[in-house]
């Protein structure tokens, strides 16, 4: 897990760094070179496009009832989280590993890509999220969230870094939503998954807004409020209805500063 998913409280419990130094050890003796590494900042689509990865690999027929948030994380592992000591289930496929952290050279053998998301967004909706997270009783306001030093905008930019040179593949947000069937398939195929079009195109189906929403449902999520939804909205320029001049100056500075040229 990124330290920007993690709670204050936990950060200052020692007994929280030695079980995560132990998850990170274990992880490392873990992870094989014909591992898949997805990267993903917080609040990027991450949840979405693992669905739709499962959904091709279990490959069930239209129709079928959506697996829950647990499944789906049982058995797509997350670098630094006991799932990476689980089996993994589809033995002819390299298997596909999520990180929220920045590139670390440990991933420097694997194939690896990124998803990424307008940085204005992101803001909106890790604002709302934290907002219904038990875990962060996060209660500021949304330029006191774009300055946040660890969770905040740059926080972002930094991350992109990091992974920007050392990925084969980087897909936006926003694309997969405007042309998911060509998209999708680009992402299966950069995760070796033997597939058609057809199937591509049921396993979007089966990864629709409504559907992730009931995988939500049927899910334990000790800490998230029960109004909160992982796909809130599932929309894109959220932004602006939150964001003032002196927000959107903050943006532009980063943007040259990391030499981010995604959005404008």
């Keep these: 897990m990124s330290p920007i998913l993690v709670d204050k409280s936990s950060l200052l419990n020692p007994f929280f760094y030695a079980r995560k130094a132990w998850l990170y050890a274990g992880s490392l003796y873990k992870l094989s070179e014909t591992d898949i590494i997805m990267a993903f900042y917080p609040k990027t689509g991450s949840t979405w496009v693992r669905f739709f990865l499962y959904n091709i690999l279990r490959d069930k027929p239209l129709g079928s009832e959506p697996p829950s948030f647990n499944e789906l994380n049982k058995y797509m592992a997350e670098y630094g989280n006991p799932s990476m000591f689980n089996t993994w289930p589809f033995e002819d496929q390299p298997r596909l590993i999520k990180t929220h952290r ?25 604002y709302h999220y934290a907002k219904e997270n038990t875990d962060f009783s996060f209660d500021g306001s949304m330029k006191e969230m774009i300055h946040h030093p660890r969770m905040g905008m740059e926080v972002f930019f930094q991350h992109y870094k990091s992974w920007r040179n050392n990925v084969s593949l980087i897909k936006r947000y926003e694309d997969l939503k405007e042309d998911p069937l060509s998209n999708f398939a680009d992402i299966a195929d950069f995760c070796q998954i033997n ?20 995988a939500q449902q049927k899910s334990e999520l000790d800490h998230l409020d029960d109004e909160f939804t992982f796909a809130r909205k599932a929309t894109s320029s959220q932004w602006k209805d939150y964001f003032d001049n002196s927000d959107l100056k903050e943006f532009h500075k980063l943007c040259e500063k990391y030499e981010f040229d995604l959005y404008t």
């Design 195 to 214: 597939t058609s079009r057809k199937k591509v195109k049921r396993a979007v189906k089966q990864s629709s807004v409504k559907n992730v929403r009931k």
């Design 102 to 126: 920045p590139y670390s050279r440990v991933f420097r053998n694997n194939k690896s890509m990124m998803v990424v998301r307008d940085p204005r967004d992101i803001m909106v909706s890790f």
